[in-house]
Structures are given as C-alpha cells and as structure tokens.
C-alpha cells in the first residue's frame, strides 16, 4: 500500500497551468518534496514506503516564475491531507505580479 495526493494549478478561467513546481512540506520527520504540474495542472504525489490515512503538511506552496525571479505562492498552511485526496488551487492575475 502507498499513500498519495495530487495537486491542481488552474488559472482565473479554470485553466490548467503546466510545468509549475509544487512543493509540500509535510514536517521535519516526513520531509519535503516537490513535482511539476503536468499539462493538465496536476501535480502528483506518491510514496511507496507511507502506509497513513492522511499527512500533516505544514506548507504547500508553488514556485512560480515571474521574470527575473521566483515567487512562492503559498496555497495551504497546516492541513491534513487524506490518502488518496485531490486539491484544486486557483492562481490569479495578481499573483503572478509577485
């Protein structure tokens, strides 16, 4: 058994936004982890050796790209996420401006 997750990009029409890193950090004893959205804006997580129900995670966030630099776009602080969940984050215009 594994534990997973998938995490979805989406623009201010309900777009799907490609090649975004999402990062997830779970805690000092799980880790941290990234994966880029793929062409449908999901980003998925999976992990052979976690057999849980659910995971704390104290930050999702996205790095996003805003020319010359980096943004990180937090999306979530101090949730748990159930084995198996989807997460659908909307990213607006104005968080692009950084």
Known sequence: MSWQCSIRLVNEEGDPISGIKVH??????????????????????????????????????????VFPSIVDLTLAEGVSIENGETMSFTVTDEDWSG
């Open 24 to 65: 997830i950090n779970f805690s000092f004893w799980t880790g941290f982890d990234s994966v880029r959205t793929d062409d449908d804006g999901w980003a998925h997580f999976e992990y052979e050796s976690i057999d849980k129900p659910e995971l704390y995670a104290e930050t999702i966030w996205a790095a996003l790209k």
